[in-house]
T-cell receptor, first 111, second 116 residues
Framework: GENVEQHPSTLSVQEGDSAVIKCTYS??????FPWYKQELGKRPQLIID?????GEKKDQRIAVTLNKTAKHFSLHITETQPEDSAVYFC??????????FGKGTHLIIQP | EAGVAQSPRYKIIEKRQSVAFWCNPI?????LYWYQQILGQGPKLLIQ????????DSQLPKDRFSAERLKGVDSTLKIQPAKLEDSAVYLC??????????????FGPGTRLTVL
């Protein structure tokens, strides 16, 4: 089955700086890679996703890059703000399939 | 549109007791997933339904967990008997299917289970 590794487990950045979270996956059949944000006690919310036929996708301050050959993808958040503080999960799957998630990254934005 | 609904939000039981969780997906979403999220970890898929049929239950501990989606709409996940290690948040997610659909899975608020 699929295995997803996510790093780092905790990331602390100064407000206004950029944050990068990286994930690797094992199953070359995976073709869908979402990123979810989960605030304490709340449901995971999709923030951006990418399919394997695209190398990069951007939505305002958030971007995701995918390297299919190396089987890794990354989340980039620029100009971080206090409301970006949360746990971020990367996922991998076959589109309609259930997702395999990483263990999460606790992002801390320091004022 | 209304989101995925789950109940109860919290449940505390003794080990060896039984418990059931309910999920109502977003209207029109044919695919429904149950995930288990242990504290400090990412969600882990337990079972996936397509309408009222099971697509994937390979990670469901079938000796104690069961799930059904009899009419292809809402779903129930049951644990009998519960063990201490079942303490987790149980998340339900749904996905639309068909023309114009995406791969996006929408999550419910979850049920936090504590087994004592």
């Amino acid at each position: 089955g699929e295995n997803v590794e996510q790093h780092p487990s905790t990331l602390s950045v100064q407000e206004g700086d950029s944050a990068v979270i990286k994930c690797t996956y094992s199953d070359s059949a995976s073709n869908y890679f979402p990123w979810y944000k989960q605030e304490l006690g709340k449901r995971p919310q999709l923030i951006i996703d990418i399919r394997s036929n695209v190398g990069e996708k951007k939505d305002q301050r958030i971007a995701v890059t995918l390297n299919k050959t190396a089987k890794h993808f990354s989340l980039h958040i620029t100009e971080t703000q206090p409301e970006d503080s949360a746990v971020y999960f990367c996922g991998a799957g076959g589109g309609a399939d259930g997702l395999t998630f990483g263990k999460g990254t606790h992002l801390i934005i320091q004022p | 549109e209304a989101g995925v609904a789950q109940s109860p939000r919290y449940k505390i039981i003794e080990k060896r007791q039984s418990v059931a969780f309910w999920c109502n997906p977003i209207s029109g979403h044919a695919t429904l997933y149950w995930y288990q999220q242990i504290l400090g970890q990412g969600p882990k898929l337990l079972i996936q339904f397509q309408n009222n049929g099971v697509v994937d239950d390979s990670q469901l501990p079938k000796d104690r967990f069961s799930a059904e989606r009899l009419k292809g709409v809402d779903s129930t996940l049951k644990i009998q008997p519960a063990k201490l290690e079942d303490s987790a948040v149980y998340l339900c997610a749904s996905r639309r299917q068909g023309a114009g659909s995406t791969d996006t899975q929408y999550f419910g608020p979850g049920t936090r289970l504590t087994v004592l």
